[in-house]
Each structure stands twice: as structure tokens, then as C-alpha cells.
């Protein structure tokens, strides 16, 4: 299940309450992980440097926004799959990439665009699986490249040093306890 009601905690609240057993995250976690402004909050306590970031419920925040880039991502803040995604190049383009994001969530996040390696670490109870590398044919990953086969390429185990891949694992452990508090 994905997006709203399946990722951010009201079904996992449903089936708790109704002691139906499910796999996945629980409610806390789940509610934790869909706001996009409370992850970044939660893995900046753990170190992780993250983009610099802007929250807002308006078009208009040209002259609040406390940061400049080259690029920006502009996103629903509380929204899956990367439904409402924007990378724009064009300070004079966010107000649109603003308007598109706020038709999937009341709240948007604004982020200085950051180029590096799209890495993701599964979990199993509290064991880290293997870290996974996705290669998106585009350069981004959104949409198109999460659900058009061929889009993307995954490569598992990712191609890191042995400190980087145990350091990823650990910290995603880490992340994902916070995420339950």
C-alpha cells in the first residue's frame, strides 16, 4: 500500500487496534516516516548531513526562502512514491513546481538539490539487509523510474567499502529506532 491511509500510519493504527497481525512498520514509525520534515529531523539527530530545507503551505515564499541553489527539490511534504515531485534548475520556476506539490499535500518541502548516489537499506525486524544502489536512467528518481521497468538499475550489494556499507546499515538501524520513538 502506498501514499495516504497505506504508508502513513492510519491502516497500521486500524490493524493494531483490531489485533490483526501485518507486516511492515507500525503506526508511530509509519505516521514518523510519511512527514518528510519530521525524517529529516530524525536523521539529522543521528549526523546525517541532509539539504538545507524550506516548509511552507504557500507559493509565495520567495522572500522567506533561507537558502540559495542551483537546483532545488520541491515535494508534498506527506506524500509516497514520489507523487507531486519536482527537480527544477530555475529560481523563477519554484512558484509552479510550489503549486504542482500542493495539489497532493497542504504542506511542501523545498530542498537544495543534492547530486550523489540514490542508496536504500531494507530492514527485517532490526536486521539491516543487503544496501541496495539505484541507478535511475534519468538521473532522478521519481516516479517513472520507480514504476516503469527499466527505468532504473538496482544493484545489490551496492559498491562501497566494507566501513561505508556497515556504516549505512548501522545507521539506518539507528534512523529506524528513532523513527519508533
Given at each position: 500500500m502506498h501514499g495516504t491511509f497505506g504508508e502513513d500510519g492510519v491502516i497500521q493504527s486500524i490493524l493494531s487496534k483490531n489485533n490483526i497481525p501485518f507486516n511492515g512498520s507500525?503506526?508511530?514509525s509509519s505516521?514518523?516516516?510519511?512527514?518528510?520534515?519530521?525524517?529529516?529531523?530524525i536523521v539529522m539527530n543521528q549526523?546525517?548531513?541532509s539539504p538545507k530545507y524550506y516548509q511552507t503551505s504557500s507559493n509565495t515564499c520567495n522572500d522567506h526562502l533561507d537558502f540559495?541553489?542551483?537546483?532545488?527539490?520541491?515535494?508534498?511534504?506527506?506524500q509516497g512514491s514520489s507523487v507531486g515531485f519536482n527537480v527544477i534548475d530555475?529560481?523563477?520556476?519554484?512558484?509552479?513546481?510550489?503549486?504542482?506539490?500542493?495539489?497532493?499535500?497542504n504542506s511542501v518541502l523545498i530542498e537544495e538539490f543534492i547530486d550523489g548516489r540514490e542508496i536504500t537499506v531494507p530492514i527485517l525486524g532490526n536486521e539491516p539487509l543487503p544496501v541496495i544502489e539505484i541507478e535511475p536512467k534519468s538521473g532522478i528518481y521519481d516516479y517513472k523510474s520507480k514504476y516503469t521497468a527499466g527505468?532504473?538499475?538496482y544493484?545489490?550489494?551496492?559498491?562501497?567499502?566494507l566501513e561505508k556499507?556497515?556504516?549505512v546499515q548501522e545507521l539506518r538501524i539507528k534512523c529506524s529506532q528513532d523513527a519508533q520513538m
Open positions: 507500525g503506526e508511530k505516521r514518523n516516516c510519511f512527514d518528510k520534515s519530521v525524517t529529516k529531523e549526523g546525517v548531513l540559495k541553489s542551483e537546483k532545488y527539490v520541491v515535494k508534498p511534504n506527506s530555475n529560481f523563477e520556476n519554484l512558484n509552479d513546481a510550489i503549486d504542482k506539490a500542493l495539489d497532493f499535500d527505468e532504473s538499475k544493484i545489490c550489494p551496492a559498491d562501497l567499502t556499507y556497515q556504516f
